[in-house]
Antibody
Framework: QVQLVESGGGLVKPGGSLRLSCEAS????????MTWIRQAPGKGLEWVAY????????YYADSVKGRFTISRDNAENSLYLQMNGLRAEDTAVYYC??????????????WGQGTGVTVSS | DIQMTQSPSSLSASVGDRVTITCRAG??????LNWYQQRPGKAPRLLIY???NLQSGVPSRFSGSGSGTDFTLTISSLQPEDFATYYC??????????FGGGTKVEIK
């Protein structure tokens, strides 16, 4: 079935790095823009980054620009988020989501279950 | 960035009640307004896209309306599984696809 499965979260010290992965199945991954969204404990949803279907066009929220890098491997049906220079305020559950494109007018129609990142000394 | 403001931030309602949640955009976003439901401990799921289009599998008691800057999500008869937090999101001007702050629907 159509699904996204994230992995790679964990506990990391301030200034450290972590790489999140999101494996897609059940659909033509290479046809879709993909996004990372996060949710700090008890807070709302925050858009983090997205990447075009080909992987050539990334965009970042100002809060992560210069520290996070979004990438994808269409041959492996996988999306990644390399997070460097982590701060306490990056502590959140990170979700990958599919941009439904023209079908949903760019609403996010498929979400992963999320992976937790805790930045603490 | 386009600011999205939801109201109320929380509400209490009973099973069977009609519930309305409002979302206001900081500028016109045409009909590019989406609604998500998030149950506790779960990932968000898409309910409605482009103001009024029900995502596949979503019950018909959910509906959306509006245009420009003002939008509404209505649950015609609240069910136990509808107690959750609801988020609006604009997909008119991206990036970023900004979200509203959320509305928590609790049991009265």
């Amino acid at each position: 079935q159509v699904q996204l499965v994230e992995s790679g979260g964990g506990l990391v010290k301030p200034g450290g790095s972590l790489r999140l992965s999101c494996e897609a199945s059940g659909f033509f991954f290479r046809d879709y823009y993909m996004t990372w969204i996060r949710q700090a404990p008890g807070k709302g949803l925050e858009w983090v980054a997205y990447i075009s279907s080909s992987g050539t066009i990334p965009y970042y929220a100002d809060s992560v620009k210069g520290r996070f890098t979004i990438s994808r491997d269409n041959a492996e049906n996988s999306l990644y988020l390399q997070m460097n220079g982590l701060r306490a305020e990056d502590t959140a559950v990170y979700y990958c989501a599919r941009d439904g494109g023209a079908t949903t007018k760019d609403a996010y129609d498929i979400w992963g279950q999320g992976t937790g990142v805790t930045v603490s000394s | 960035d386009i600011q999205m403001t939801q109201s109320p931030s929380s509400l209490s309602a009973s099973v069977g009640d009609r519930v309305t949640i409002t979302c206001r955009a900081g500028q016109s976003i045409s009909y590019y307004l989406n609604w998500y439901q998030q149950r506790p401990g779960k990932a968000p799921r898409l309910l409605i896209y482009a103001t009024s289009n029900l995502q596949s599998g979503v019950p018909s008691r959910f509906s959306g309306s509006g245009s420009g800057t003002d939008f509404t999500l209505t649950i015609s008869s609240l069910q136990p599984e509808d107690f959750a937090t609801y988020y609006c999101q604009q997909s008119y001007s991206t990036p970023p696809n900004t979200f509203g702050g959320g509305t928590k629907v609790e049991i009265k």
